[in-house]
C-alpha cells in the first residue's frame, strides 16, 4: 500500500477532525453495546431452563437490558454512519474543488497536450471512487477490527477454552481469503484488460460504424469482434468464478468455526463450566464473526483502488501552475503598438518551433498570417495572449515587455475570435455579456446588432433569453461564431486576433460574419489568421509562416513579385481556373 | 430476450439454480440440529450424541460449500454466455441499421449499451441464479421451520417479517431516487469541467477564473448537500430493521418463556427461532440488493431491447452490378423525408459515365442527404433511384455499395496501421497500390515516415492532422478504384495549395466523380453542377449557363468571388 498517497489523502481529513474523532468514539459505543446484546439474550434464554423452570421476573430484566443495549447500539450506528458520510463528500467536494482551481490554473500547454477526456475523467470517476474509499475506510475498517478485538474478549470472558479454538481456527479463514484474492487478482486484472479492449474496438467500430457500413466492412468487422468477445467470455467465467468464491469459501470457514463452537460448547455445559445462555451467545458470536474479515479485506480492495486514483489527482495538483506574481505594469492609454523580437519557443526542449520571429504592427494595422497547417499560427497567437511562455525574446506593447504586465491584463487587451466557438450551457445574453458582466440588456442588443447576430436571436422562441444546450448543440456553426464576435463587440478591446473560419459556414452567414470583422477591425490593431483573399489583399502586412518561421514578410503585391513561397500558395489556389 | 438469450445456457442455470436451492437447505437444517443438540444432548448429558451431530454440522458446512461452488460455476458460465451472445446479436443488429436507425439512437447512446447495459444484465442473471432463489427460499424456509417448531410462536415471525420488509422498502424506495438525482448533479460538475476544458483559452481571455471556479463550487456544494441528505436517509436502514429484529426477538423470549415454562417449547427450541429471526433479517437484506440490481438492470434491458428490436427498413435486394447501358444514376422525382420534416424535394437527374457532378448549396440544403441515397444509406420517402437503369432496390447491398468510394465529411479512422486502414476498403491490396492511392490522395507525407504506410495510426487518429486524416480517408476510397468516387466536402481543413493539388489529381482519373462542397472553386469547373436550396433542386448546368440562369448559384459565387478572385 502507498503510504505516502495515503497519509496525503488522510491530510484532507484534517479540517475535518472532529467529526473523525466523534465518529470513531461512536463506533467504539456501537461495537460494545452491539457485543453486549448476545450476552444478554444468552442470559435471557438461561432463564427458561423447562417446564415450570422459568424465571419470568429475572427474564423480564434480562428483556429490558436487551431493549437498552439494542438501542444505544443502534443510535450509534446512525451516528457513525451520518458522521462519515459528512466527512467523506466534504472531502470529495474539497478535491474536486482543488482539482478544478488546478485546471483553472495549469499552463495551456499541459491541457492542450493531454487528452480532455482523462482529465475529466479524474475530475469524476477517480474522485468518486476515492469518495467510495474513504466511506468504506471510515464506517467498516475501524469498526471491523475493533469488533474483531471485542468479539475475543468477549469469548475470552465467558469461556476461555472455547474461544482459543476460535482464535486458533481464525488463520485458517485468513489463510483462504488470501489464496482467493492472489487468485483472483490475476483473472481480475486480465478481465479488466480484455474488457478494456472490448470496449475499445466498439468506440470505434460503432462510432465509425457509418464508414465501416460504406465499405462493406461489417463482416470482417463481425468477426473480429466475436472472437474478442469469445476470449472476454472465457476469462469471464474463470474471473467470475474466482471472485464468486470468497463468499462461500469465508462462509464454510464460518460453518466449520460454528460447528466446533457447538461441539466444544457443548461438552463444556455438560461439564457444567458453562450455561447454555453462554453457549448461545457464543453461537451467535460465532456466526458473525467473519463479517468483519470479509468487511476488512473489501476496505482494502477499495481503498487500493481509491489510492491508486488518489495518486492521479495528487499527480495533476503537484504541477507547479503557481502564477509569477509580480508583474502589474499597466499600460495608461492603449496605442496598440506591438513589437515582437527574436522570439523563441518549443514544445520539447529538443525541438525549437518557432526561431527567431520579428514583427512589428504599428497602431490600427492589420497583420495577416497565412501558411499550410501545422505551421505555427495558433502557436504565435498562444504566445500573444500570453498562453505559452516563449523560451527567448520578447513581446512588447507600447514599448512595455508583456512579461511585466499580469496574464489578466494582456488577455484583456486583446478581443479574441477562435474557429471553434466556445458557448457555455446558458442562456443566449449570459453568452454574449461574458466578458462584461454589468452590461445592460442595451448594449447587449447593441453589441448583437452590430455582429449581425441579433436578427436570427430575436427569431428564436425565446430571444436573448434562450438557453443554449450543451456547447450549443442548438445553433449552426455560423451562428455560434456570430455570438463570439458579438461577445466581443460588447467589451470593445483595444486590439483584435481573429481566425477565419475554413469552411462549413454557409455563404449568406459568412458574408455576415466578414462584415462583422471588418467593423470590428476598424482603428484596431489586429492580428487575423487569413484564408480569404479579401482579407490579404487589404492587410497592412502579410506574414507567410512555414515550418515555425516567418519565411516572407509583407504587402501582397511586394510578396507576389518576389515568386516565392506566397506566390506559390496564391496562385495554386486559383491555378485550375485559369 | 431474456429466454431467448438464456436458452443455450438453460442447462446450466437450471444446475446452478438448484444447487443453490439445496445449498440453503443445508443452512436451514442447521439450527434444528443445534436446538438437537442442546434439548438431547446436554439435558441427556449424552457426548456421543453432541460428537455425531457436532459432525453431522461439520459435514453439512462442507457439503454445501460443494454445492455453493458448483452453482457459482454454472452461475458464471450462464450469465457470462448470456452477455456474450448478447453482445454478438447486438453488434451485428447495429451493423443492418440504416443511417437513419443510427442518428436515431445516437452512436455514444449505442456504444453505452453495447458494453455497459449488457454488463449490468449480465450481473443481473448471475444474482437471479446466486441470490435471488437463495433469500427468498431461507425467508420461507426459515417460516416454515419456526411453524414447526412451535406455532404460536411463528405468528410473531408472521407479523415480525412484513414490517421488516416495509422498513427496507420504505429506506429504499426513498433514497433510490435520490441517489438518481445525485448521479445528475454529478453530471451537472463534470459539463462545467468539460466546458472549461475546451473554452479555456476564452475562459483566460476574459479573466474568468474566478468566476468559473465559484460556478463550480456552486455545483459540488450542491452536490455534497444532497449526499448527505440521502446519507442521513440511508443511515437509517442498518438501525430501523435491527431494532424490529431485536424487539422480535424479545417478543420471542417472552413468549418461548410461556410456552417453555408451559412445557410446549424446550429451551433449545427458543434458540433455534432466534437464530431463523437472524436468518430472515440476513436473506432480506441479500435480497433488497438483488431488487436494487434488478432496478438498475429493468432500466438496461429496455435500452438494450430497444437495439435489438428495430428493423431497418432498407430491405437488400439480389442483383450485382454489371455493365449495363444507360446513365450510372438516375434520380426520378425523389424525395426524402428525415425525421419528420423535409429534408429534399422532388429531384430529378441523371449522372452518366465519367462525368464529374458539382453539389453545391449552403449548410442544412441537402447535399450530404443526397449523396447518402446514392449508397442506400437512408431511402428515398417518395420517387425512384435507378443505377443503370434498374430500381436500386434490385442491387444487393454489398454489390451497391462495392461500387461506391465514398469519403465522408468526417474523417474517420481507426486503430491500425495506415495500410490497414486503406485497406477497410480494399481487403487484398498490395503495398504498391496503396502507396498509389495515398500519392494520388496528396498523402505523400506518409512516405516521409520511418514506418511508411506500416506507421501506426492512434485510436480516432489523435496522432494526425485534420488535413492529414482527410487525405487519408480520401486515399481509402480511391484505393478500391472505385465506379462512383463521392466526395462530400472532405477538403475542409487542407490548405489551398494541398486542396488545389488534390482536385488536379482527381480530374485526371477516368471515374464518374461527385463532388460536394460549399465552395465554388471546388465546383466550377464540372460537367454538371446541380444547385440546392433548402432540400429543392434550384440550378442545374454548367457554370457559365448557371451564371446566367440561376438566381442562388449568381449570389454564391459573387459573394465568393468578389473576395477570392482579385
Known amino acids: 500500500m502507498d503510504i505516502k498517497t495515503m497519509k496525503r489523502l488522510l491530510s484532507f481529513c484534517r479540517p475535518y477532525m472532529k467529526y473523525l474523532y466523534c465518529a470513531l468514539l461512536c463506533s467504539s459505543g456501537q461495537i460494545v453495546f452491539t457485543l453486549l446484546t448476545p450476552v444478554f439474550i444468552g442470559q435471557a434464554v438461561d432463564h427458561i431452563i423447562g417446564q415450570g423452570l422459568v424465571a419470568f421476573d429475572l427474564l423480564f430484566q434480562k428483556m429490558l437490558w436487551i431493549l437498552g443495549s439494542v438501542l444505544i447500539a443502534e443510535i450509534f450506528d446512525w451516528l457513525v454512519v451520518r458522521l462519515s458520510n459528512r466527512m467523506t463528500y466534504a472531502i470529495t467536494k474539497d478535491l474536486r474543488d482543488q482539482l478544478f482551481e488546478k485546471y483553472e490554473t495549469l499552463p495551456l500547454s499541459y491541457i492542450d497536450s493531454h487528452a480532455h477526456g482523462d482529465l475529466l475523467s479524474r475530475m469524476v470517476n477517480d474522485i468518486d471512487l476515492i469518495g467510495d474509499g474513504l466511506l468504506q475506510g471510515f464506517t467498516h475498517l475501524f469498526n471491523g477490527i475493533a469488533t474483531i478485538i471485542g468479539t475475543i474478549c468477549f469469548m475470552l470472558y465467558i469461556q476461555t477454552t472455547v474461544a482459543l479454538i476460535v482464535i486458533v481456527l481464525t488463520p485458517l479463514s485468513l489463510v483462504v481469503a488470501t489464496i482467493i484474492a492472489n487468485k483472483t487478482y490475476k483473472y481480475f486484472q486480465e478481465q479488466l484488460a480484455l474488457r478494456g479492449e472490448l470496449g475499445a474496438y466498439v468506440e470505434e467500430m460503432i462510432g465509425g460504424v457509418k464508414v465501416v457500413k460504406a465499405y462493406g466492412y461489417e463482416q470482417t468487422n463481425q468477426e473480429r469482434f466475436e472472437e474478442i468477445n469469445q476470449r472476454v467470455y472465457i476469462s469471464g467465467v474463470k474471473s467470475q468464478f474466482l471472485g464468486a468464491l470468497a463468499n462461500p469459501s469465508t462462509r464454510v470457514v464460518n460453518n466449520i468455526v460454528y460447528a466446533s463452537v457447538c461441539i466444544a460448547g457443548s461438552l463444556y455445559v455438560i461439564g457444567g463450566s458453562m450455561s447454555v445462555g453462554a453457549l448461545s451467545s457464543f453461537l451467535s458470536y460465532a456466526n458473525q464473526y467473519t463479517k468483519p474479515f470479509n468487511e476488512i479485506s473489501n476496505v482494502f480492495t477499495e481503498l487500493q483502488t481509491a489510492l491508486a486514483c488518489a495518486s492521479r489527482v495528487f499527480h495533476l495538483l503537484d504541477i507547479d501552475s503557481s502564477p509569477k506574481q509580480g508583474p502589474t505594469k499597466t499600460l495608461s492609454h492603449i496605442q496598440g503598438h506591438v513589437q515582437i523580437q527574436h522570439l523563441s519557443f518549443s514544445y520539447r526542449d529538443d525541438e525549437p518551433f518557432i526561431e527567431d520571429f520579428n514583427v512589428e504592427a504599428k497602431p490600427g494595422q492589420t497583420i495577416a498570417i497565412v501558411g499550410p497547417t501545422g505551421c505555427g499560427k495558433t502557436t504565435f497567437i498562444n504566445l500573444l495572449m500570453k498562453f505559452y511562455q516563449p523560451q527567448h525574446g520578447q513581446i512588447c506593447i507600447d514599448g512595455i515587455d508583456i512579461q511585466d504586465m499580469s496574464s489578466d491584463y494582456v488577455r484583456s487587451l486583446y478581443g479574441m475570435v477562435l474557429q471553434d466557438s466556445w458557448l457555455f450551457q446558458g442562456s443566449i445574453k449570459d453568452n454574449i455579456a461574458y466578458g462584461k458582466k454589468e452590461a445592460t440588456d442595451q448594449e447587449i442588443i447593441e453589441a448583437a446588432q452590430k455582429a449581425h447576430a441579433h436578427k436570427f436571436i430575436i427569431q428564436l422562441k425565446d430571444g436573448y433569453d434562450t438557453m443554449i444546450s450543451e456547447e450549443g448543440g442548438n445553433l449552426s456553426q455560423g451562428q455560434k461564431q456570430l455570438l463570439c464576435i458579438a461577445r466581443i463587440m460588447l467589451v470593445k478591446p483595444p486590439m483584435l486576433i481573429l481566425d477565419e473560419a475554413t469552411s462549413s459556414i454557409d455563404t449568406r452567414t459568412e458574408k455576415q460574419i466578414q462584415e462583422a470583422f471588418d467593423l470590428m477591425m476598424e482603428g484596431r490593431t489586429t492580428f487575423i489568421v487569413a484564408h480569404r483573399l479579401s482579407t490579404i489583399q487589404k492587410a497592412d502586412q502579410i506574414l507567410v509562416m512555414n515550418h515555425g518561421q516567418i519565411i516572407e514578410q509583407g504587402k501582397h503585391e511586394e510578396l507576389l513579385k518576389k515568386h516565392g513561397f506566397y506566390h506559390h500558395l496564391y496562385y495554386s489556389q486559383f491555378e485550375i481556373q485559369k | ?566
Open chain 2, 1 to 566: 430476450m431474456w429466454m431467448k438469450y438464456l436458452k443455450p445456457y438453460r442447462k446450466e442455470a437450471v444446475i446452478g439454480f438448484f444447487f443453490k436451492l439445496i445449498e440453503a437447505f443445508f443452512e436451514l437444517i442447521v439450527p434444528i440440529v443445534v436446538a438437537d443438540i442442546i434439548d438431547y444432548g446436554i439435558l441427556h448429558q449424552d457426548q456421543q450424541y453432541i460428537l455425531q451431530r457436532g459432525l453431522l454440522l461439520l459435514v453439512l458446512a462442507l457439503l454445501g460449500y460443494a454445492c455453493a461452488l458448483v452453482c457459482q460455476y454454472f452461475a458464471s458460465k450462464t450469465s457470462q454466455g448470456f452477455g456474450t451472445y448478447l453482445r454478438n446479436d447486438m453488434f451485428k443488429a447495429i451493423h443492418a441499421y440504416d443511417y437513419e436507425n443510427i442518428d436515431e439512437i445516437g452512436i455514444p447512446s449505442l456504444m453505452t449499451r453495447i458494453t455497459n447495459d449488457t454488463n449490468q444484465l449480465q450481473l443481473a442473471v448471475a444474482m437471479t441464479i446466486r441470490l435471488a432463489s437463495r433469500s427468498p427460499f431461507l425467508i420461507l424456509g426459515s417460516l416454515v421451520m419456526a411453524f414447526r417448531i412451535s406455532v404460536p410462536i411463528a405468528l410473531i415471525f408472521i407479523c415480525a417479517a412484513p414490517i421488516l420488509a416495509l422498513a427496507i422498502y420504505g429506506v429504499m424506495s426513498k433514497s433510490l431516487p435520490l441517489y438518481l438525482k445525485i448521479q445528475k448533479q454529478l453530471d451537472h460538475v463534470s459539463l462545467i469541467c468539460r466546458e472549461n476544458l475546451a473554452g479555456i483559452r476564452v475562459i483566460r481571455a476574459f479573466s474568468k477564473q474566478k468566476q468559473e471556479k465559484e460556478r463550480f463550487q456552486q455545483a459540488t456544494q450542491k452536490q455534497k448537500n444532497m449526499q448527505i441528505q440521502v446519507g442521513k436517509l440511508s443511515a437509517l436502514l442498518n438501525p430501523s430493521t435491527s431494532v424490529i429484529v431485536n424487539c422480535a426477538i424479545l417478543v420471542i423470549l417472552y413468549a418461548g418463556g410461556l410456552q417453555v415454562n408451559a412445557g410446549h417449547l424446550t429451551q433449545g427450541e427458543v434458540i433455534a427461532l432466534i437464530n431463523y429471526m437472524n436468518q430472515i433479517l440476513l436473506s432480506m437484506f441479500a435480497f433488497a440488493n438483488v431488487i436494487v440490481i434488478y432496478n438498475k438492470a429493468t432500466a438496461c434491458y429496455k435500452r438494450v431491447q430497444e437495439v435489438l428490436a428495430i428493423q431497418p427498413a432498407i430491405q437488400d435486394g439480389k442483383c450485382l452490378i454489371d455493365n449495363q447501358e444507360g446513365p450510372l444514376v438516375t434520380f426520378d422525382h425523389v424525395s426524402f423525408s428525415y425525421q419528420g420534416s423535409h429534408a429534399l424535394h422532388d429531384l430529378s437527374f441523371s449522372i452518366h459515365q465519367g462525368e464529374t457532378i458539382g453539389i453545391i448549396g449552403g449548410t442544412g440544403s441537402g447535399k450530404s442527404t443526397l449523396i447518402h441515397l446514392i449508397p442506400r444509406f437512408y431511402e428515398a420517402t417518395q420517387g425512384q433511384i435507378y443505377i443503370k437503369n434498374r430500381p436500386i432496390q434490385d442491387y444487393s447491398l454489398f454489390s451497391l455499395r462495392q461500387m461506391i468510394g465514398l469519403v465522408p465529411q468526417q474523417a474517420t479512422l481507426f486503430t491500425g496501421t495506415i495500410k490497414e486502414n486503406i485497406c477497410l476498403a480494399k481487403e487484398n491490396a498490395s503495398d504498391d497500390e496503396v502507396k498509389q492511392a495515398l500519392h494520388l490522395a496528396q498523402a505523400s507525407f506518409v512516405d516521409e515516415w520511418k514506418d511508411g504506410i506500416y506507421s501506426h495510426i492512434t485510436q480516432g487518429g489523435y496522432n494526425l492532422s485534420g488535413g492529414q486524416k482527410q487525405r487519408l480517408t480520401i486515399a481509402r476510397a480511391l484505393v478500391r478504384n472505385p465506379e462512383l468516387l463521392i466526395l462530400d466536402d472532405s477538403a475542409s481543413a487542407l490548405d489551398f495549395a494541398t486542396d488545389a493539388a488534390l482536385r488536379k489529381a482527381i480530374a485526371t482519373l477516368p471515374q464518374t466523380t461527385i463532388i460536394v462542397s460549399q465552395r465554388v472553386s471546388a465546383i466550377m469547373h464540372a460537367d454538371k453542377i446541380l444547385v440546392l436550396s433548402h432540400g429543392e433542386l434550384v440550378g442545374m448546368g454548367k457554370h457559365d449557363e448557371l451564371m446566367k440562369t440561376c438566381e442562388i448559384y449568381q449570389q454564391i459565387v459573387t459573394s465568393q468571388m468578389s473576395k477570392e478572385v482579385a
